[in-house]
């Protein structure tokens, strides 16, 4: 499967194509400057020894992907949804986006949509939409010969597109479970500002969640 993954020359879209490359999926990493993600890229290249990784500009890393991953900050959405609008058609778009605002004494800043994830659907009607991945934080990811002690909770509108994010958190380790419809994002994005601080009231990195009884 080729997966692009937009604003992937951040830390949190450089973590999962770590991982996902070395589950032999082809990656295409997107960024606002094409030379930018194909640097990027390189990086990846070398440090993984895996070739499959390439770099472009957000909008022909879109239109590339089976699967189109949204790792941007969630005030990047609004400018740079619109111009990939068409390479999504269709497809599973998977939101990563959490919206945070640091400094302020509101961590969780959510916006109009609801969800950083509904504002991708709304930024994208033809997508299908899945918010996932929030609670696995960047450095967890990139460091790939660790297992990730963390469930993978994901909601969206779509089952089949609910699979595949379920499939790709799997193959990494992760244990998937469905939160339902796409307007249960909210309270998903918001776990991660709880994750935030317990990271830094406990100074940790790594805080994850794991529901029980299931
Ligand atoms: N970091 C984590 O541990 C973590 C964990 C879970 C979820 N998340 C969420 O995942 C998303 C990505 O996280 P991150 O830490 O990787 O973010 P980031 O490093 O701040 O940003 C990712 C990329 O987005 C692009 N970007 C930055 N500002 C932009 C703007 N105003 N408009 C359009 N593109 C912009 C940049 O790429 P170019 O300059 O190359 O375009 C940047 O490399 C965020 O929503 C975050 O809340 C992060």
């Known amino acids: 499967m ?4 937009l604003g992937g020359t951040g830390k949190e879209g450089f973590g999962l194509a770590a991982r996902w490359v070395e589950l032999d999926h082809a990656i295409v990493i997107g960024s ?3 030379e930018r993600a194909r640097a990027k ?3 990846l290249r070398a440090a993984t020894g895996c070739q499959s990784i390439t770099g472009a500009s957000n909008r022909d890393a879109a239109a590339e992907g089976d699967v189109v991953v949204v790792a941007l900050p969630a005030n990047g959405l609004a400018s740079t949804l619109p111009d990939v609008r068409d390479g999504c058609r269709g497809k599973v778009v998977i939101s990563t986006v959490v919206p945070l605002t640091f400094g302020t004494s509101r961590l969780f ?3 109009a949509a609801g969800s950083s994830a509904e504002e991708v659907q709304a930024l994208l009607p033809e997508a299908r939409v899945v918010a996932a991945f929030h609670h696995v934080a ?3 990811l990139s460091e790939t010969e660790h297992e990730i002690d963390c469930d993978l909770l994901y909601c969206g ?9 379920a499939t790709l958190g799997a193959s990494m ?3 998937p479970l469905d939160i339902g419809p796409l307007t249960n994002a909210g309270p998903l994005e918001g776990i991660t500002a709880v994750l935030a601080t317990v990271n830094r009231r406990y ?3 790594n805080a994850g969640i794991k529901i029980t009884g299931v």
Not at 2 to 5: D, H, W
Not at 157 to 165: C, E, I, T
């Open 138 to 140: 960047a450095h967890e």
């Open 32 to 34: 606002r400057d094409a």
């Open 203 to 205: 100074k940790l990195k």
């Open 2 to 5: 080729k997966i692009a993954i």
């Open 157 to 165: 509108g779509d089952a089949d597109a609910k699979q595949v994010a």
């Open 173 to 175: 380790g992760l244990r």
């Open 41 to 43: 890229a390189a990086e």
């Open 109 to 111: 800043t959510p916006p």
